[in-house]
């Protein structure tokens, strides 16, 4: 929803929210979406597969808590497996090369290279420790999507790599 309440240049801000039973596209016929898999989310669609810049910024309230049972995710550069890909590994795990989500320890970033073992990464980028609920959050990703070695993955928060 178009929010007043927690603004920080504007008139408003975009609040997302998850609720009990909240889903969304593909995740609909999945269940009862009190766990994983219920979604409330902003999508922006691009159609390159270049060099690109991005920057979000995020307030996340005191008393949020991550969800122990599945995401608490608040963005996400997902892509899509061509034919190919799917046959060789055989998976139907969705290629996502770079997520940020509320964790038990902080906020993680993460990687899912696709692959038929569903595998993730996860690495601590902002730990509890320094206290980031309350108050905003600058992020500032450049990426060359590749699929190839030559892509990479910078990100900043609060001008800080």
Request: aromatic share 12%.
């Amino acid at each position: 929803m178009w929010s007043t309440d927690v603004v920080r240049t504007g008139d408003y801000s975009l609040r997302l929210e998850y609720r009990d039973n909240d889903c969304g596209q593909d995740d609909c016929p999945r269940g009862d979406f009190k766990g994983q898999f219920g979604r409330t989310e902003a999508l922006w669609i691009s159609k390159t597969r270049s060099e690109s810049w991005s920057r979000f910024s995020v307030f996340i309230p005191k008393d949020t808590m991550h969800l122990p049972e599945g995401y608490t995710m608040f963005t996400q550069w997902k892509t899509t497996q061509t034919a190919s890909e799917i046959k060789n590994t055989n998976s139907r795990c969705p290629t996502i090369p770079l997520l940020f989500r509320l964790s038990r320890e902080g906020i993680e970033v993460a990687q899912e290279p696709g692959d038929k073992d569903c595998t993730q990464t996860n690495d601590v980028m902002i730990s509890n420790d320094e206290d980031f609920k309350g108050r905003w959050l600058d992020f500032l990703v450049h990426a060359k999507w590749s699929r190839k070695d030559n892509g990479f993955i910078h990100v900043w928060v609060n001008g800080k790599k």
